[in-house]
């Protein structure tokens, strides 16, 4: 078998660890849906299993997994023509999480910017699932055999750390069992930037809520946090180039050309010299246009938890299909002996 050989398949994931963001959306969610009509077999799944890696409280983990879900559908993904599940349900994540425990390096581990940036200075205190996040990661991917993983800018390595497993793992058992999958990163904003500081990520985690624009914020709230967004004292600048060093304005004009679907370049033609005074009421303007049918979609889906959970149960099930029989074949190429 070569690489060539595997059929092509989507998978991604997001955590249920908060609010999606407008981060989430532009990066990830919209990608999703791109995807899902483009006529390849996508696999989306809510990463409760990740989002344990930092604290949960039970009940907000369950409402924000039914939240998630939600908003997986209410941005346009189909639960009949995409599997749409939550991770815990299908336990072959958590199974091939550990065999692939027992492939990854030290090493390799050490080197995720991820694990750094989220245990801080007190990373002893950090648990030993957020350090082994990344290769739960991998096997998330790697036990649908998927190809392609559309993820924002920031999960880049943790989509090559998959690929080191899959490349170690084949070539440790002299098989060509896993194809490597490759990272998806497309559209303007790849990196959508805290509103508060133009250097750090937009974060559904993130503990200040004016950070990030939530996909469940009202109108109002979306104009004040805009409003409020850090910004420099310059005007905007009349090329793309005049945003370098200026991160909170190139953060901006980033988000203002993913949500009208325009370049940076033709952003910038339409508001050189122009103040954030002006600027900022115009974004404010787009985003609400373009997330509040989806707030009201998910606000209608939230009135019925139970179709939420079907939902989550039938793909469950669909994805469980796929993910066993890789499983198990993984299990074989190993030597574990299996008689049930
Ligand atoms: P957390 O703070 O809990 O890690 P998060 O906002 O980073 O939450 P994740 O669930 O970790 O969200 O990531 C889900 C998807 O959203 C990934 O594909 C990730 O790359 C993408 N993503 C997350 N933040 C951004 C962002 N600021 N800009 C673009 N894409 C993003
Ligand atoms: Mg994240």
């Not at 250097?199 to 990030?212: I, N, V």
């Not at 209608?300 to 669909?318: K, Q, S, T, V």
Request: aromatic share 8%; charged share 25%; net charge negative.
């Amino acid at each position: 078998m070569t690489e060539q050989s595997f059929k092509h398949r989507v998978f991604s994931g997001i955590q249920p660890s908060g609010n999606l963001t407008l981060g989430n959306y532009l990066g990830a969610v919209k990608r999703f849906v791109e995807m899902q009509d483009s006529g390849i077999e996508t696999i989306y799944c809510v990463v409760d299993l990740h989002a344990i890696t930092v604290w949960q409280d039970p009940e907000k983990l369950r409402h924000a997994t039914r939240e998630l879900a939600a908003a997986y559908i209410a941005c346009g993904l189909d639960p009949t023509r995409s599997i749409l599940f939550n991770q815990s349900q299908v336990s072959a994540h958590a199974e091939l999480g550990w065999l692939f425990n027992c492939v990854a390096r030290l090493g390799w581990m050490n080197r995720m910017t991820q694990f750094k940036d989220k245990a801080g200075k007190n990373a002893e205190k950090a648990s030993l699932g957020l350090y082994a996040y990344p290769s739960l990661m991998a096997a998330d991917i790697l036990t649908y055999q998927a190809t392609h993983v559309p993820v924002g800018e920031d999960q880049k390595q943790h989509v090559e750390l998959a690929r080191d497993i899959a490349g170690k793992f084949n070539h440790d058992y002299g098989t060509e069992y896993f194809p490597l999958p490759e990272p998806i990163i497309e559209g303007a904003a790849t990196r959508v930037m805290s509103l508060r500081d133009g250097t750090k990520k937009m974060s559904k985690s993130d503990p200040s809520d004016l950070s990030r624009i939530n996909l469940t914020d009202d109108a109002d709230t979306i104009a004040k946090k805009i409003k409020k967004a850090k910004t420099d004292p310059e005007p905007l600048p009349d090329s793309v180039d005049g945003l370098d060093g200026r991160p909170e304005a190139k953060n901006l004009v980033s988000i203002y050309a993913a949500l009208s679907g325009k370049s940076k370049a033709d952003v910038i033609a339409e508001f050189a010299g122009q103040q954030f005074g002006a600027f900022k009421p115009a974004l404010a303007d787009l985003a609400v246009a373009e997330l509040s049918p989806i707030t009201a979609r998910m606000s209608d889906l939230m009135a019925d938890p139970a179709e939420i959970d079907r939902i989550l149960g039938d793909g469950a099930d669909r994805a469980a299909a796929l993910a066993e029989p890789v499983l198990a074949g993984a299990k074989d190429v190993m030597g574990f002996v299996r008689s049930r």
